[in-house]
């Protein structure tokens, strides 16, 4: 009473006030009493304690009676009881600290009734001097500790942790406790727990031995289908080699008598001659032996017959052998051939392997053999479809291992930036080429004076100014003259090469137009895509485009399928090719991911298969028909760049940014060869500016080994492909 007398003169409270807080302090005290009194197993000591704290005599501590030897359970450490507490759906939140929102931790009472954990409300009136619940004025001096609630919390979480602990928990805590266990009742415990322990380790190596069973059987069933497999595959091949083997053997049988015919036509040829030159000697002699029997031409000039003869003779054998030494040159340069492909075999042989089996399994069950238009497959009696394919494959990708520069064009300066060829293509009829980039220019030159004549610049026949650098030419594959392109400014524009002027202008783009394309099928048709995300049908005969798709990235390349004017394929900067079907433009046919960076370029090898370019430094292969990936072409680099993109039905080439071009089989992963622009010149430039010089555009000449190139120093190239 001396302290609350004390507290009350320091505070200048009235004796009212603190019976006042007392009762308060009684009440919270009582309401939390009757919680726990609902969620405790022995309420008893619940009224026990509240009748110890109503005959308390110091008001700071309540009075309990102290325990001399304190529970184990009640040593349950705190961590232990907020999460067994905290497990039970009926927590009631007056057992939570306003603050952490956590079981309340060493529990404190504050002078307005609150109880919070130590720590927080310490480190609260650090910071501000109220009290977090009721904002009431607080200070460290008005902090009780709340040792009951403490209890109480201890006894209920041990409560709650023995409800929810397993009986191996519950019989570790009596032992703890001292609960007294015989040595017989230790015995038959320790036999149970060993039979349990052998048990356990029974069922657990069952189990291993059922997950290493399953394991095995499934390894098993892997291999014996890898085996059903490759045994397949070597029934194939056997079947093939037999096949090949029997057609080798015709030939040879071929080729043997055909050599007989052409020995027996020589041998007739040379003995004819030899029989009259043997009968004009024989009647020479005659006559000349009867010319001396009656004193006519000297004996003399019968000897140097003979020695005419001899000379004859030999010079006939020399003549032979020429021929053989002419057939072994040849043979050897054949073998040197054979050698050189066998070589491009090995190099690739494991992309020939998976084409051929590829081939070979998709084709296996065909009974007859389709005649193909391609005249490289030589289509045989008894040869499998996949077998002939495969030898379309292996011949045209055997038959090249170079590029070979046939002429070169050259624009102007080669170090003016502005020479940049951004785009290179043929005509209908392949006599004509036109090139535009960055110069504002479209130059058209004659491919026969460019391969004939030697010239160091070679003049265009036809040059046509823009207003605007150019990004795209198209030539109209059904009207000669005319040729489309689309440039910085988004306009699309249809020219006449023979008058040089614009006949249709389309200004509907609000952005650079980056490509620009003429239907095969319905030549009045064209197609363009720009920057400002939006592909545009035009028609020739009307001055407003026909069709309009709203796309929601930035277009970067379009294409009309070359069978069919309603299909078209777009490139953008979404890493996608989205492949219309004009008629019905709501959403796209199909749509082929598998680009990392934006499509730069699409191109049709046939109806089916289209290519595509990327600023990922790859190629890919689609089947538009199947919706199906078919190959992705490594080898050149393109991160940046447009370095161009040309196809014909065998062969796909681009270009590199280490100004390069490369050339690819359409069935073979790899290139087949590459070739480095590169002169003295160009050397020195590279050296100058760092080697950013890049391949820009390339064309192949339709189906012909023949391609043109160009580069970002305006350099125009023919290549060639060769043996």
């Not at 002078?111 to 501000?128: Q, V």
């Not at 189990?207 to 394991?215: A, G, K, S, V």
């Not at 050599?259 to 009968?279: A, F, N, Q, Y």
């Amino acid at each position: 009473m001396a302290w609350s007398v004390f507290t009350l003169r320091k505070e200048n409270r009235s004796f009212g006030s603190l019976s006042l807080f007392l009762s308060k302090f009684y009440f919270i005290l009582s309401r939390n009493f009757v919680y726990l009194s609902l969620h405790t197993s022995n309420p008893k000591t619940v009224t026990k304690n509240i009748e110890e704290f109503s005959t308390g005599t110091d008001p700071r501590v309540p009075a309990v009676k102290p325990d001399s030897k304190p529970s184990s359970l009640e040593e349950v450490p705190l961590e232990a009881a907020s999460a067994a507490v905290s497990e039970d759906a009926e927590v009631d939140k007056d057992l939570l600290c306003p603050i952490c929102m956590q079981i309340i931790k060493d529990a404190f009472l504050t002078s307005c009734g609150h109880s919070f954990c130590y720590m927080c409300i310490i480190t609260h009136l650090r910071n501000k001097s109220d009290c977090p619940c009721c904002s009431q004025f607080l200070t460290n001096n008005q902090l009780f500790p709340n040792i009951l609630l403490d209890k109480l919390l201890k006894k209920t979480s041990a409560r709650q942790i023995s409800k929810t602990a397993s009986p191996v928990e519950q019989f570790r805590q009596a032992l703890q406790q001292g609960y007294e266990v015989t040595i017989k009742e230790l015995d038959n415990l320790l036999s149970l727990l060993a039979e349990k322990k052998r048990k356990m380790e029974q069922e657990e190596a069952e189990r291993n031995m059922q997950i290493l069973l399953d394991f095995l059987q499934c390894l098993r069933k892997q291999k014996v289908d890898e085996l059903n497999e490759i045994q397949t595959d070597l029934q194939f091949i056997k079947e093939d080699i037999n096949s090949v083997e029997r057609h080798r053997v015709d030939l040879y049988r071929a080729r043997d008598r055909y050599s007989v015919k052409l020995r027996m036509l020589g041998d007739d040829s040379s003995t004819r001659k030899p029989w009259s030159s043997s009968m004009d000697k024989n009647n020479s002699g005659i006559v000349s032996s009867s010319l001396n029997i009656r004193g006519g031409m000297p004996a003399g000039n019968l000897q140097n017959k003979k020695i005419d003869g001899k000379t004859q003779l030999s010079g006939h054998v020399s003549q032979r052998k020429d021929a053989l030494s002419g057939a072994d040159s040849q043979g050897f340069n054949q073998s040197g051939l054979s050698v050189a492909r066998k070589k491009r075999i090995h190099a690739q042989f494991n992309d020939l392997q998976e084409c051929y089996l590829q081939k070979r399994r998709q084709l296996a069950n065909q009974l007859h053999i389709k005649q193909e238009s391609d005249k490289n497959v030589i289509h045989r009696e008894g040869y499998n479809a996949g077998l002939a394919d495969f030898q379309s494959v292996l011949s045209t990708f055997t038959q090249y291992s170079r590029l070979r520069v046939i002429a070169e064009v050259r624009l102007g300066d080669l170090f003016h930036s502005a020479n940049i060829v951004s785009s290179i293509e043929f005509d209908r009829d392949d006599e004509l080429f036109a090139t535009a980039g960055v110069s504002r220019r479209i130059k058209v030159f004659d491919l026969s004076m460019v391969l004939n004549e030697l010239a160091d610049v070679h003049c265009p026949v036809v040059e046509m100014s823009t207003r605007s650098k150019l990004s795209c030419l198209s030539w109209n594959k059904h009207w000669k003259n005319h040729i489309a392109s689309s440039d910085y400014e988004g306009i699309v524009t249809v020219w006449d090469v023979t008058t040089r002027q614009s006949l249709m202008e389309y200004e509907e783009h609000e952005k650079r137009a980056w490509s620009v394309d003429f239907s095969r099928t319905d030549p009045s048709m064209l197609v363009s895509g720009s920057d400002d995300c939006k592909v545009k049908v035009w028609c020739t005969k009307q001055e407003a485009s026909v069709i309009n798709i709203d796309m929601k990235a930035n277009i970067c390349c379009v294409k009309y399928n070359p069978g069919s004017s309603n299909f078209i394929a777009v490139g953008s900067a979404d890493h996608h090719i989205h492949y219309y079907d004009l008629r019905n433009i709501s959403s796209p046919l199909h749509v082929f991911s598998g680009h990392k960076k934006a499509v730069s370029y699409v191109k049709f090898l046939s109806e089916n298969e289209l290519a595509s370019a990327s600023t990922d430094s790859t190629l890919r292969l689609w089947d538009v028909k199947e919706n199906l990936p078919l190959r992705t072409f490594k080898g050149h680099t393109n991160e940046k760049n447009f370095v161009g993109l040309t196809v014909n039905s065998e062969y796909i080439a681009c270009g590199s940014e280490t100004n390069e071009v490369y050339v690819y089989h359409k069935e073979i992963s790899k290139p087949v060869t590459w070739h480095r622009f590169g002169s003295q010149e160009m050397e020195d430039a590279d050296e100058d500016g760092g080697g950013s010089h890049f391949i820009s555009a390339v064309c192949w000449k339709s189906d012909s080994p023949t391609m043109l190139t160009a580069n970002s120093q305006g350099t125009i190239k023919v290549l060639v492909l060769a043996a």
